[in-house]
C-alpha cells in the first residue's frame, strides 16, 4: 500500500482527514495488541485474582471505537484503506451515538447522519476483532464545528467488551463490579438495527489506558437492566438526589400494587397492550393504570411500545413477578410491600431503642407473628426462593462433590432449611447423598411437599436449633445466622458443633459485609435485619470469630451470585 491520503485521494486535503488516518491506525494497533485479562486490570486497577477470572470468564475484549467526521462515504472509505483497514463493509445507523450526540449539542436527532462501520482487527491469538469507526457525515460543512470539537474532545472513543451469555443475572453482577471498582455509569441504549444493548461507564480516574470510557455489550434487548444503568447516570442539584431517594418507598408500592393486581400475568413480552385493554382483567381503573404503568416503565418493569404510544409490554424483570415464574419475586414484592413496609416505618425507634421495628409495630417477633399466621408464613416462606439463583454453584462445591463420592454415601443435614430449595438441589444433583431438613411443625409439612419424590431421600425432623442431629456428614445454615444477634448466633454454632462428628464439615451462605464503603446488597440487608429481626449481615472477620467460639474454624469462603457467600467451617 502506498501512503496516500485518503485527503489526497478524495481530492480535498483537509487537515481533519489526515488527523482521521492516524487514529485509526493506532486503534487498530492497540486492538491487536491487548489480552482481555490484562486489559481489565488496567482498565478497573483492582480487579484481580478470582474476580478478575470471573469477570474475563463473562466478557471478552471486543473492539476499540472512535469517531471520524467525513463529507461522505467515499471519503471515509479511503480513510479506512490508508489506515490499513478494510474499506468494505456495511454502515449501520447509530442509534446511541447520534442521540448522545443530539443531546449534548442540543439537536434533534434527525438532523444528524450518524453511523457505524467495523473493519476487522486480529488479536494477539487470532481471535476476531474490530475497531469500531462511529461516522458522521458531513457533506454540506454544517457540523464542522461539533465534528471538530468532538475530535478533540474524543468523547466517543472507548474500549468495548462483549458480554458472553447475557442474562440479567450476568449482567447487574458484570455491572456492580465495575462500580466497586470505580468506574461510573455514563449512558447507553438499544440499538434495534442490530437488536443490541450497550451500557457506557466512565472509566476510574487511575484507569492505565489512553480510554476513557468503557462499554459493555449484550446482544438482545436487556432494556429493563439498562433502565437501571441510566437512572444511576443522572446527575443534578443535591436536591433532586435526595428527592429520589425519597420516592424509593413509591417504587416499593409500585411494584407491590403490580403483584397483587397480578398485572403481570395480564401482560406480555412480545405484545403490547394498552390500559384500556388491561383495566378490566385485573379489575382497575384505566386512567390510573395509565399512572402505575408509567411509572413501572421508569422502573424498567414494563416497557412502553416505541411504535404504539400508550402501549405496553412486560420486560424481563416484570416477568419475574409472575407467581408461576421461575424465580418469582411476586412474594417478596408482596413482603416488602406489607408486613416489612409497615415495620420499616418504625426504623427511627429500632436504631433509638435497638428493638426491631416489626416487634414495634405487631407486637410480637417476626418468626411468632408468622407462625400464628399460616398465609402470611407461607408468603414468607415462597419469597425466600427468590433468591434461590444464589445457590446455583453450591452443588459443586468441593466439599459436596466430595460427600457425594464417597462410598456408601453421605448424609447432608439442613438445619432451618425453609421449605427445602436448596437441599432438595443438592439432592438432585447428587443421587448419592441423603438428606435431613429440621425447621418448624408447619414448615415442614410444605417442605415434604416441595421435594415431592425427593421426600424418600429425606428425613424430616421438628425441632429447634437446640436439635441439630448428629451423624451428618455435611451441615448446613443457610441465611440462618444473619437472623439473630452475635450472642444468639454463637448458640446456634455450639448446637451445631455439638452435634457434628469430628469430620463433618458446616457450610454457610450469607452475603459478606465490604470491609470498606464499597455498595453491597449486604449493606441494604444489614439494615433490613436489623429492623425486622433484631440481626445483622457480617464481614467474614466477624463471621470466623463467632465460629472460633463455638469450637469451630473458618476453612474459607466462595463467592455466590446475588452477592452471596458460602463460608466452610469445621471442628478444630
Not at 443435614?413 to 441423603?434: K, N, S
Not at 439473630?484 to 455439638?498: K, P, Q, V, Y
Request: charged share 25%; with cysteine; proline share 7%.
Amino acid at each position: 500500500m502506498t501512503s496516500t491520503t485518503p485527503a489526497q485521494v478524495a481530492g480535498v486535503p483537509t487537515p481533519a482527514a489526515s488527523a482521521d488516518v492516524e487514529r485509526l491506525r493506532a486503534a487498530a494497533a492497540f486492538v491487536r495488541e491487548q489480552e482481555t485479562s490484562d486489559l481489565l486490570a488496567r482498565v478497573l486497577p483492582g480487579l484481580d485474582g478470582p474476580e478478575l477470572r470471573a469477570t474475563t470468564e463473562r466478557c471478552r475484549f471486543a473492539h476499540a471505537a472512535l469517531l471520524v467526521s467525513p463529507p461522505d462515504e467515499r471519503v471515509l472509505r479511503a480513510e479506512l484503506a490508508a489506515a490499513g483497514l478494510s474499506p468494505d463493509g456495511e454502515a449501520r445507523p447509530s442509534v446511541v451515538v447520534r442521540e448522545r450526540l443530539a443531546a449534548r449539542h442540543a439537536l434533534d436527532a434527525g438532523e444528524l447522519d450518524v453511523r457505524i462501520v467495523r473493519p476487522a482487527v486480529h488479536g494477539p491469538g487470532g481471535e476476531r476483532r474490530a475497531v469500531e469507526v462511529f461516522v458522521l457525515t458531513d457533506p454540506a460543512g454544517t457540523v464542522a464545528a461539533i465534528a471538530a470539537e468532538e475530535r478533540t474532545a474524543d468523547r466517543e472513543a472507548h474500549l468495548a467488551f462483549d458480554v458472553e451469555r447475557p442474562d440479567p443475572l450476568v449482567l447487574r453482577g458484570l455491572r456492580a463490579g465495575f462500580l466497586r471498582h470505580g468506574a461510573t455509569p455514563d449512558g447507553g441504549g438499544y440499538n434495534p438495527h442490530e437488536d443490541g444493548t450497550v451500557f457506557y461507564f466512565a472509566a476510574p480516574e487511575e484507569t492505565k489506558t489512553p480510554y476513557r470510557r468503557v462499554e459493555l455489550y449484550a446482544r438482545g434487548d436487556h432494556r429493563d437492566v439498562l433502565a437501571e444503568h441510566l437512572v444511576e447516570r443522572r446527575d443534578g442539584h443535591p436536591a433532586e438526589t435526595l428527592l429520589r431517594l425519597l420516592t424509593g418507598a413509591w417504587t416499593t408500592q409500585a411494584l407491590a400494587a403490580c403483584a397483587e393486581l397480578r398485572l403481570p400475568e395480564a401482560m406480555s413480552p412480545s405484545t403490547a397492550r394498552r390500559p384500556e385493554e388491561l383495566a378490566p382483567v385485573v379489575g382497575a381503573r384505566a386512567e390510573n393504570l395509565a399512572t402505575l404503568l408509567r411509572y413501572l416503565a421508569m422502573s424498567g418493569v414494563v416497557a412502553e411500545d416505541p411504535g404504539a404510544r400508550g402501549a405496553f409490554r412486560l420486560t424481563e424483570a416484570g416477568l419475574l413477578l409472575r407467581e408461576d415464574a421461575e424465580g418469582s419475586v411476586r412474594a417478596l414484592a408482596l413482603m416488602y410491600g406489607g408486613p416489612f413496609y409497615e415495620s420499616f416505618g418504625r426504623l427511627a425507634h429500632t436504631v433509638r431503642t435497638g428493638e426491631p421495628g416489626f416487634e414495634d409495630r405487631y407486637g410480637e417477633n417476626h418468626f411468632d407473628h408468622f407462625a400464628r399466621d399460616p398465609e402470611l408464613a407461607a408468603r414468607f416462606d415462597r419469597s425466600m426462593t427468590a433468591s434461590a439463583p444464589m445457590f446455583d454453584p453450591l452443588p459443586r462445591h468441593p466439599v459436596l462433590t466430595a460427600a457425594a463420592a464417597a462410598p456408601g454415601g453421605r448424609t447432608v443435614v439442613d438445619v432451618a432449611g425453609g421449605t427445602g430449595e436448596l437441599l432438595g438441589r443438592l439432592l438432585t444433583a447428587h443421587p448419592a447423598l441423603r438428606g435431613v431438613l429440621l425447621e418448624r411443625a408447619h414448615v415442614v409439612e410444605a417442605a415434604r411437599d416441595r421435594l415431592g419424590a425427593l421426600a424418600d431421600r429425606c428425613a424430616f425432623r421438628t425441632g429447634d436449633f437446640a436439635d441439630v442431629p448428629s451423624d451428618g456428614d455435611v451441615y448446613l445454615l443457610s441465611r440462618v445466622l444473619h437472623d439473630w444477634d452475635d450472642e444468639r448466633s454463637r448458640t446456634i454454632l455450639r448446637h451445631c458443633a455439638a452435634a457434628m462428628p469430628p469430620e463433618a464439615d458446616l457450610l454457610i451462605v450469607e452475603r459478606l459485609l465490604p470491609v470498606d464503603a464499597s455498595p453491597s446488597l449486604a449493606t441494604a440487608w444489614d439494615l433490613h435485619m436489623m429492623c425486622n429481626t433484631g440481626g445483622r449481615e457480617r464481614t467474614a472477620a466477624a463471621y470466623a470469630g463467632l465460629l472460633a467460639d463455638a469450637g469451630l474454624i473458618l476453612v474459607g469462603h466462595s463467592p455466590l451470585p446475588l452477592e452471596a457467600h458460602v463460608l466452610h467451617a469445621r471442628r478444630r
